[in-house]
């Protein structure tokens, strides 16, 4: 990215103050806020019961919900490889492939670990994908949504371009809802690192019902999604 | 064409879109849909506490934001700069429009892909592009559906093809973009979804809207279903996205709480299929993200409601909520108030953002029900600001001697031949909720005061000017 630039600033701002009746601000204190349903939302539930949340609302969406351990989960992929029909598949380059185990499943079956070295090799194979691979960071119960930090490794383009994607969710990453995946980024950011530039909270395949409201699924994103979920991770 | 559509007065809109029965059949089936999982997904789901509750907290984010709107703007330019994103301060769509061609002539762009966007459609972006030789292409459905017909505009925040049905669409595709198939909803999204495939890949720049900015962190939230917004913002090599100045947030904490508001509210939704999160990349970058990250901030006339009475119209999150409860647009659809805002939101906004003298009648395309100001999830006082719309209306001269008193008194009501045809046919269906037993007992807005101590007739089913009409040709009033 190109060095940043502002433009315009000060006297847009100027007059915003002026309309509002005062003098620029430059420090305000977000304040404690009286209400915060968001905390309180299946706050109480076990994890069994979040799991059992998320596998329902993934469901609902239409997401194929698959359950396995650490140990089965290599023949688990490759299940959802034949489910989907095999063919071109890709993966993002992520290490946790190799602590689950699962590099030599993605050589045998010829899966395209994404490569950006390779530059945009990498668009085209995700363009013919049957199925991309990737890994969910966080998972939100309330709603069966998986979440992705991307970055140059962790390509967008994996959950978006084949017609299925195929996300890999520990146990242990499913949260109740939105608000501990933001608590989250905001920590990040209050501690001065830097955010992924592009931090995508995906529900399974994408839809429209632009169309006399019908839901149609499957428009410019993946048109089949599966969760596999791995009980003891 | 910008903010504006069609050419024709008010009332004029208002009289073709009575005629046309089959728009308000249209308009009241989608109305009837969005509204009914709206309710489910909001006061009906038990599992996110009281509703309510949520409204107030979405009611103090965005107040707090809009009290100190310099200084969010400041730290979400200073972020968004800091990782190597150029911010444009626009205060006029036509700086806007100028900014926004400057990057497309630097880039020599020829072709750019664009994700729904209301405020790009309020300053005519489309047009501006296309001035200077660039082909702009929607990439969401309805709007490429509303761009395949080329004169026709949104009729709704949400869903901007509304108003046409699918064999309609069909012919349209048949006739401008070589659609083969049949009027079947899948086949038609199929269709497009293989003609914009290569159209994303190919493009010069990208161009979003931006439902919230995170101040905290310089990020562009957008809220969205289809993964457009998402090919949009992957493979160009330059991104612009441009927001109306007051959609933001102070952090991602607050974001929280207004996708949750926004999803429920708009389509009935837990969360969209894609919220995507769009921050300038500092690492190296990515095969698939862009080089160049352009954000377009607009005042275009916001900054006239700050410090007044209206200030909290800019609290609006574009859900359409308001739009879908309210019963005059769903008699008059949304081509009616020659706006791209319709509805209660779009009554109030537009005279704001266009002044009275274009969009000052519109104000009067309410009942005063005050559905919208319920169902708002941010707690707009919408049917309050509509009455304070007409009175400035009235008393800056605006309206005909003869119909001040008139408009004051009623509203939408007995001033010219159009309201009143709207207001006689409209009231049984406005009153149908709180009828029991032939009478109503517990009305909203100016039924209120009465029904507090007394009970209000139904109104009738059939009006005195359509009685009459059939008396004189010898018909009898059915009672």
Redesign the interface.
């Given at each position: 990215?190109?060095?940043?630039?502002?433009?315009?600033?000060n006297?847009?701002?100027?007059?915003?103050?002026d309309?509002?009746?005062r003098e620029?601000?430059?420090?305000?204190q977000?304040?404690d806020?009286?209400?915060?349903?968001?905390w309180?939302?299946?706050q109480d539930r076990m994890e069994d019961e979040l799991y059992s949340l998320f596998k329902e609302?993934s469901e609902e969406?239409g997401t194929y919900v698959v359950e396995t351990t650490k140990d089965e989960l290599a023949e688990t992929v490759e299940d959802i490889m034949e489910r989907y029909g095999g063919g071109t598949m890709v993966a993002t380059k992520d290490n946790r492939f190799d602590d689950y185990g699962l590099t030599d499943v993605l050589t045998k079956n010829d899966v395209h670990v994404w490569e950006?070295a390779s530059?945009?090799l990498?668009?085209e194979v995700a363009?013919q994908a049957n199925i991309g691979f990737l890994f969910s960071d966080v998972s939100?119960a309330?709603?069966g949504?998986i979440t992705q930090f991307?970055?140059?490794d962790i390509?967008?383009?994996v959950s978006?371009l084949p017609v299925a994607y195929a996300a890999i969710v520990p146990k242990s990453s499913i949260v109740p809802r939105?608000?501990q995946?933001?608590?989250q980024?905001?920590k990040q950011?209050e501690d001065g690192q830097?955010?992924?530039?592009?931090?995508?909270?995906?529900?399974?395949?994408?839809?429209?019902?632009?169309?006399?409201?019908?839901i149609?699924v499957?428009?410019?994103?993946?048109v089949k999604a599966a969760h596999i979920v791995v009980l003891d991770a | 064409m910008a903010m504006k559509i069609g050419e024709k007065p008010f009332f004029d809109r208002v009289d073709d879109a009575l005629d046309d029965d089959f728009m308000r059949e249209s308009m009241a089936k989608a109305q009837d849909g969005l509204r009914g999982k709206k309710v489910a997904a909001t006061e009906g789901d038990e599992s996110i506490g009281d509703w309510e509750t949520w409204r107030s907290a979405g009611e103090d984010i965005r107040r707090h934001t809009l009290e100190n709107l310099d200084y969010y703007l400041e730290l979400l330019s200073e972020n968004f700069a800091k990782r190597g994103g150029h911010v444009f301060f626009a205060e006029t769509a036509e700086e806007a429009n100028a900014y926004i061609q400057q990057v497309a002539k630097e880039k020599n762009a020829k072709n750019i892909t664009k994700a729904k966007s209301m405020v790009t459609e309020e300053i005519g972006m489309n047009e501006a592009l296309e001035d200077i030789g660039c082909q702009v292409h929607e990439t969401d459905l309805a709007e490429y559906i509303l761009q395949a017909e080329e004169e026709d505009r949104p009729s709704h925040i949400v869903v901007p093809s509304l108003h046409k049905n699918k064999s309609q669409i069909q012919d349209t595709l048949k006739e401008k973009a070589g659609y083969s198939g049949t009027d079947q909803p899948e086949e038609i999204t199929s269709f497009a979804r293989s003609r914009l495939r290569d159209v994303f890949m190919n493009a010069d720049i990208g161009i979003t809207g931006c439902n919230f900015g995170v101040a905290e962190s310089g990020s562009v939230s957008l809220v969205t279903n289809e993964g457009n917004a998402n090919m949009v913002t992957s493979f160009p090599e330059t991104q612009i996205s441009v927001m109306g100045m007051e959609r933001l947030v102070p952090s991602w904490e607050e974001l929280d709480v207004m996708v949750n508001l926004l999803s429920r509210s708009a389509v009935g939704q837990k969360i969209t299929t894609y919220v995507t999160n769009v921050t300038p990349e500092v690492e190296e970058e990515s095969v698939d993200g862009p080089r160049d990250f352009h954000l377009v901030i607009v005042d275009g006339g916001r900054s006239k409601a700050l410090g007044t009475e209206f200030q909290s119209a800019l609290h609006c999150i574009r859900c359409a909520a308001c739009v879908n409860v309210c019963p005059v647009y769903r008699h008059i659809g949304g081509h009616a108030y020659g706006s791209i805002y319709q509805g209660p939101i779009g009554a109030v906004l537009s005279p704001i953002l266009g002044g009275y003298e274009e969009y000052g009648e519109l104000p009067y395309a309410s009942s005063l029900c005050a559905a919208c100001t319920e169902a708002c999830p941010v707690k707009i006082p919408l049917h309050e600001q509509l009455i304070r719309h007409r009175e400035n209306y009235v008393e800056q001269g605006y309206s005909q001697k003869s119909e001040q008193a008139a408009m004051k008194a009623f509203g939408i009501g007995a001033s010219t031949p159009s309201l009143f045809k709207i207001a006689t046919k409209g009231a049984p269906v406005f009153a149908k909720p709180f009828v029991h037993e032939g009478s109503i007992s517990n009305g909203l807005g100016p039924m209120k005061l009465w029904t507090k101590i007394r009970e209000l007739p139904a109104p009738a089913n059939e009006n005195f000017r359509k009685w009459f009409i059939e008396h004189k040709k010898g018909g009898s009033r059915d009672e």
């Open positions: 990215m190109s060095k940043g630039t502002i433009h315009n600033r006297k847009f701002l100027n007059h915003i103050a309309r509002l009746g620029r601000k430059t420090d305000v977000l304040p806020w009286e209400y915060q349903p968001q309180d939302v299946h609302n969406k950006p530059g945009n990498n668009i363009k939100l309330e709603s949504t991307n970055d140059r390509a967008r383009s978006l939105m608000t995946a933001t608590e980024i905001h950011v830097n955010i992924s530039p592009y931090i995508n909270f995906i529900t399974g395949p994408s839809n429209s019902a632009d169309i006399e409201m019908n149609v499957g428009v410019h994103g993946p | -």
